[in-house]
């Protein structure tokens, strides 16, 4: 791996960018050299800076960035996913995000079929070239994580040189925790999208050997596990809380956000390694032996009690921009003026008389795609703030501040996945009943199915469409379409039938098939391969499919 450090703050990245002399002004707080990282303030200000500078703003060539629609990871990266597992849609050429999700064809009500003359997997290949910066969507998520392993490593690698006041050893460990667990998030995520990634484990150090997924997702959990370690290792609570309080932003430190204690911390953890399990394998696939591993995982996973990871915009020297930072703000409003709209396919996940639905969407005059989205078009906007019903789950807010961004791990996300072990080891009633306990918490006011529902294929379509609502906007969308199979060809059972599709001239499809046929695992990004070529004994760095 060829690296050029571009931040003193450490983006010692695997893909190599201009330098920018504000980067390099030592006076700033946010971004100490090595040396002066070496003290209790330096270390705590690198790793702040590692995971919300670094890790989700670290892209700052014009080159790449001079195309996007909003700002940072969170506007850009989670679309895709969510763009692919049609829960939104987007018209805007920018970062080819109106062709990513448009699938190769579909067909109507009254049988007639509408096809993709340019399908998605072939212009996301034409567009993997470091020639085509900005439209090459396999870069961007790459980028973010690598820069995110990589400024941790710098982390790692100082944190033993620091001398610290209080009880050195909680200090380091809560430091050592924190880095490690960025560094699982990163590989998560490079492992569970890309069909193979780099180990790359020390700053300053080339390397070229690919790996496969299944071995990135080994080292995520690996280091999941360090992380652990580390705050197992805790024995001085307020030294841990107090690094804790400055390593998460404070705006991040409200809601179900803020200082995590060890255990919390853990549990996080916990869910987060089920998620690795669940995620990289097709449902077909699974094992006894796999739903009983993310059963014992995430009984010890986040609970409802929980503080968890989360981001919030603040008014002044914000990670997340209020209006142009996450999917969700990039998506409220009407959609004749947002840059991405809601999936019809989304809303008809709702179940007839979820407040959760009421709250959040309002039916709109149909707004019809006219550039080539032929499952673009949709009846639906998303709200701002919601419809104030008390108690109900609000999905976006657009005021600074207001929207709870969540990053990693949550209640809803560990109790569907005991929902979802439960009920493929044919414990419905217990599976449905962490169904229920997941619409309770978000207010949905729907009648509860454990114990109504108990044949095994509706309560597993109970679990289904919880998810798809439940986890909205929670990086999750994606992974799931692809292990149910909707992303494969219909040739081979993927596509998905059944499905409301609003068409160009306003006729309401409710029995449409829609054949995707996306790639299931992205290709190694052409700006990394270019110039740092595979060495002998790498993994395929291409997709075959």
């Not at 996007?68 to 990871?73: A, E, I, M, T, V």
């Not at 805790?234 to 107090?242: E, M, Q, R, S, V």
């Amino acid at each position: 791996m060829k690296i050029k450090i571009i931040y003193i703050l450490c983006v010692l990245a695997i893909l190599q960018e201009s330098c920018r002399k504000e980067e390099l002004n030592v006076r700033n707080p946010n971004s100490p050299t090595p040396e002066n990282a070496k003290t209790e303030a330096g270390i705590l200000s690198l790793a702040l800076g590692a995971v919300y500078q670094t890790g989700f703003n670290g892209i700052t060539n014009t080159k790449y960035s001079g195309s996007f629609l909003g700002s940072s990871f969170w506007f850009l990266a989670p679309a895709y996913h969510d763009l692919m597992a049609d829960v939104i849609s987007a018209e805007a050429a920018n970062n080819i995000t109106n062709q990513v999700s448009v699938p190769d064809y579909v067909v109507f009500d009254d049988g007639s079929k509408v096809t993709n003359s340019a399908p998605a997997k072939q212009v996301i290949r034409l567009n993997n070239s470091r020639t085509k910066a900005g439209s090459n969507m396999f870069y961007f998520e790459w980028t973010w994580m690598y820069y995110l392993n990589n400024a941790c490593n710098l982390v790692l690698e100082t944190v033993d040189k620091v001398s610290f006041t209080g009880n050195a050893d909680s200090k380091r460990n809560a430091l050592k925790a924190w880095a490690y667990f960025w560094k699982g998030y990163a590989y998560s995520r490079i492992g569970s999208v890309y069909y193979a990634g780099l180990i790359k484990n020390e700053s300053a150090v080339t390397n070229g050997l690919y790996k496969t997924s299944a071995e990135i997702i080994a080292e995520s959990n690996d280091n999941y596990n360090k992380a652990i370690d580390a705050l197992n290792g805790i024995t001085t609570l307020t030294d841990y809380n107090a690094m804790l309080k400055v390593l998460i932003p404070t705006q991040c430190q409200l809601g179900k956000g803020g200082v995590l204690t060890p255990t919390m911390f853990i549990h996080t953890i916990n869910t987060m390694k089920a998620r690795n399990i669940l995620v990289n394998k097709r449902v077909k696939d699974m094992t006894a032996a796999d739903w009983n591993n993310i059963l014992t995982l995430v009984n010890s996973g986040v609970t409802s009690s929980d503080l968890v990871f989360t981001g919030r915009s603040a008014s002044v020297g914000s990670f997340l921009s209020a209006t142009t930072g996450s999917v969700a703000a990039m998506t409220t409003g009407d959609p004749t003026s947002t840059t991405y709209k809601i999936s019809e396919r989304l809303i008809q996940e709702y179940k007839t008389g979820d407040k959760r639905l009421a709250n959040n969407f309002s039916k709109v005059t149909a707004y019809l795609n006219q550039k080539g989205g032929f499952t673009f078009s949709t009846r639906y906007r998303l709200l701002d703030g919601g419809d104030t019903l008390k108690g109900v789950q609000i999905i976006s807010s657009r005021t600074v501040g207001a929207y709870e961004l969540y990053l990693a791990a949550t209640y809803e996300e560990n109790e569907l996945m005991k929902a979802e072990a439960n009920i493929k080891l044919n414990n419905i009633a217990t599976g449905l009943a962490s169904v229920d306990a997941v619409r309770t918490y978000q207010g949905a006011g729907l009648t509860a199915v454990s114990g109504a529902v108990t044949d095994p294929d509706q309560a597993y379509e109970e679990l289904r469409r919880e998810r798809r609502t439940a986890l909205l906007f929670r990086n999750v969308s994606l992974y799931d379409y692809r292990r149910w199979g909707y992303l494969d060809d219909l040739s081979a059972g993927g596509g998905r039938t059944n499905a409301v599709v609003v068409s160009s001239t306003g006729v309401v499809n409710t029995k449409a098939t829609i054949n995707y046929n996306f790639l299931d695992y992205w290709d190694v990004p052409d700006d990394e391969l270019s110039l740092n070529p595979p060495v002998a004994g790498s993994a395929p760095v291409q997709n075959p499919k």
